[in-house]
Antibody, heavy 119, light 108 residues
Framework: QVQLQESGPGLVKPSQTLSLTCTVS??????????WSWIRQPPGKGLEWIGY???????YYNPSLKSRVTISVDTSKNQFSLKLSSVTAADTAVYYC???????????WGQGTMVTVSS | SSELTQDPAVSVALGQTVRITCQGD??????ASWYQQKPGQAPVLVIY???NRPSGIPDRFSGSSSGNTASLTITGAQAEDEADYYC???????????FGGGTKLTVL
């Protein structure tokens, strides 16, 4: 059973870059079964898809965030990562990693990690 | 439009049936998936595809679609079903996932 776990700083200063990593356990990130995704949820608000990556390195980003987002994969560590540049308070959110299955649904989610943007 | 619209809040009496809807142009072409989120927890997939439940999801949860509207139906709502529910599909171009704004379900 695949499990996902986010890690990274819980506090980022405005204008800096937010960096998070998702570790995949119980399966191989290179299996080709999933698009590995990042989704966020500001406090008290709904879910927003940020982007996803295939194990080959192909990436797809939310057009509203595309200029600031980079998602990468490290198959040797079974991890994928998110970088969001030039952050502001509006980027304060719980960040989830999730797997997008072939059935076009996010079937496995990490527990989420809260990131606060504040000086 | 590239939006999925949900009612912000819905309530249901214990044991009764409730339908949560999601509207959007892209639903004419793509299925919706549905997620249950309880406070402080990650979302959980409850329905995907035409009407499929992941392992462990009770059969009181079902999905359907007609035109530009997808629906999640809970038949015989239980107290533990009180949660936020989000629909998810594609934007109208089909290129990107999109979430609805969420519906808060209260079980009375």
């Amino acid at each position: 059973q695949v499990q996902l776990q986010e890690s990274g700083p819980g506090l980022v200063k405005p204008s800096q870059t937010l960096s998070l990593t998702c570790t995949v356990s119980g399966g191989s990130i290179s299996s080709g079964d999933y698009y590995w995704s990042w989704i966020r949820q500001p406090p008290g608000k709904g879910l927003e898809w940020i982007g996803y990556i295939y194990y080959s390195g192909s990436t797809y980003y939310n057009p509203s965030l595309k200029s600031r987002v980079t998602i990468s994969v490290d198959t040797s560590k079974n991890q994928f990562s998110l970088k969001l540049s030039s952050v502001t308070a509006a980027d304060t959110a719980v960040y989830y990693c999730a797997s997008l299955a072939a059935v076009d649904a996010f079937d496995i989610w990490g527990q989420g990690t809260m990131v606060t943007v504040s000086s | 439009s590239s939006e999925l619209t949900q009612d912000p809040a819905v309530s249901v009496a214990l044991g009764q049936t409730v339908r949560i809807t999601c509207q959007g142009d892209s639903l004419r072409s793509y299925y919706a998936s549905w997620y249950q989120q309880k406070p402080g927890q990650a979302p959980v997939l409850v329905i995907y595809g035409k009407n499929n439940r992941p392992s462990g999801i009770p059969d009181r949860f079902s999905g359907s679609s007609s035109g530009n509207t997808a629906s999640l139906t809970i038949t015989g709502a239980q107290a533990e079903d009180e949660a936020d529910y989000y629909c998810n599909s594609r934007d109208s171009s089909g290129n990107h996932p999109l979430f609805g704004g969420g519906t808060k379900l209260t079980v009375l």
